[in-house]
């Protein structure tokens, strides 16, 4: 076994292997929740506070709320079980008030917070920006507490069942750090390769991007030519049956015939 660099080294197999830094390892686990509240607040401290327009009881403070909805989903409890760490983060100076916990829930619900989350998102990859050049896209689904009638026809059988309902999250991220440079969620009929253009368009305007890399269902003209205008290069496989034909799109022919010689 010959050994490349510290942490690197090849098995009898010709595979790399990497060993684990055990002292970084535990730092990052024990400190986690003492760097997440750090970093989170150092975000939501961004946020203008909003001007109390009028008389009556003042709003609650939309840094300091976005703050707990984001303190709630990390800690994966619910409201009411979160609002001991809230507390925790009150005495700690992280926020000037403690909400309520239905608070959290009715704002978790407001439609106008997307574009301050999309903000932070934006604001905690420019750090990185300089290090990020390759970039990876895809979508996952997260389940509902509603249910939707779905038709069976396995069996030629017409039978209506209850499935639960789920919502599309669709993620740009950096192939070196791991970090989200832009997210959109969408309901669970919205295909993957339609919101490619956002978040190719959406990490562009923060990182110079080299590489994109996708699965074969992001697979498209259209898609190809978008990567192609950032400067960048698309390492997305084709369909079966894939025709080169470049129809106005040359990276689609260049890459065509590069995977094809590669294979």
């Given at each position: 076994?010959?050994?490349?660099?510290?942490?690197?080294?090849?098995?009898?197999?010709?595979?790399?292997?990497?060993?684990?830094?055990?002292?970084?390892?535990?730092?990052?686990?024990?400190?986690?929740?003492?760097?997440?509240?750090?970093?989170?607040?150092?975000?939501?401290?961004?946020?203008?506070?909003?001007?109390?327009?009028?008389?009556?009881r003042?709003?609650?403070?939309?840094?300091?709320?976005?703050?707990?909805?984001?303190?709630?989903?990390?800690l994966?409890?619910?409201?009411?079980?979160?609002?001991?760490?809230?507390?925790?983060?009150?005495?700690?100076?992280?926020?000037?008030?403690?909400?309520?916990?239905?608070?959290?829930?009715?704002?978790?619900?407001?439609?106008?917070?997307?574009?301050?989350?999309?903000q932070?998102?934006?604001?905690?990859?420019?750090?990185?920006?300089?290090?990020?050049k390759?970039?990876?896209?895809?979508?996952?689904?997260f389940?509902?507490?509603?249910?939707?009638?779905?038709?069976?026809?396995?069996?030629d059988?017409?039978?209506?069942?209850?499935?639960?309902?789920?919502?599309?999250?669709?993620?740009?991220?950096?192939?070196?750090?791991?970090?989200?440079?832009?997210?959109?969620?969408?309901?669970?009929?919205?295909?993957?390769?339609?919101?490619?253009?956002?978040?190719?368009?959406?990490?562009?305007?923060?990182?110079?991007?080299?590489?994109?890399?996708?699965?074969?269902?992001?697979?498209s003209?259209?898609?190809?030519?978008?990567?192609?205008?950032?400067?960048?290069?698309?390492?997305?496989?084709?369909?079966?049956?894939?025709?080169?034909?470049?129809k106005?799109?040359?990276?689609?022919?260049?890459m065509?015939?590069?995977?094809?010689?590669?294979s």
């Amino acid at each position: 076994m010959s050994i490349t660099t510290p942490n690197e080294t090849i098995n009898e197999e010709g595979n790399k292997t990497y060993s684990q830094d055990w002292n970084a390892y535990n730092q990052a686990q024990t400190q986690e929740k003492i760097l997440f509240l750090e970093l989170l607040h150092d975000l939501t401290s961004q946020i203008p506070r909003q001007q109390q327009n009028g008389r009556g009881r003042p709003s609650i403070d939309i840094g300091d709320m976005i703050f707990c909805c984001c303190l709630k989903i990390y800690l994966d409890f619910s409201s009411r079980r979160t609002e001991s760490d809230v507390r925790f983060a009150y005495n700690l100076g992280y926020i000037d008030h403690v909400p309520h916990f239905n608070s959290i829930l009715n704002y978790l619900n407001k439609p106008e917070l997307k574009s301050y989350f999309s903000q932070l998102i934006h604001l905690s990859a420019l750090p990185l920006k300089d290090f990020e050049k390759t970039f990876a896209v895809d979508a996952t689904g997260f389940s509902t507490s509603m249910f939707g009638r779905w038709l069976d026809l396995r069996h030629d059988n017409r039978n209506v069942i209850k499935k639960r309902k789920y919502v599309k999250c669709h993620i740009m991220s950096g192939t070196r750090t791991n970090i989200v440079t832009h997210v959109e969620i969408t309901d669970q009929l919205v295909h993957d390769s339609v919101m490619f253009p956002d978040l190719v368009d959406h990490t562009a305007e923060l990182f110079t991007m080299q590489e994109v890399c996708a699965d074969k269902g992001y697979a498209s003209r259209k898609n190809f030519q978008i990567i192609s205008q950032h400067g960048a290069v698309p390492f997305i496989p084709f369909r079966k049956g894939t025709r080169g034909l470049a129809k106005g799109v040359p990276m689609w022919r260049t890459m065509y015939l590069f995977l094809q010689r590669s294979s």
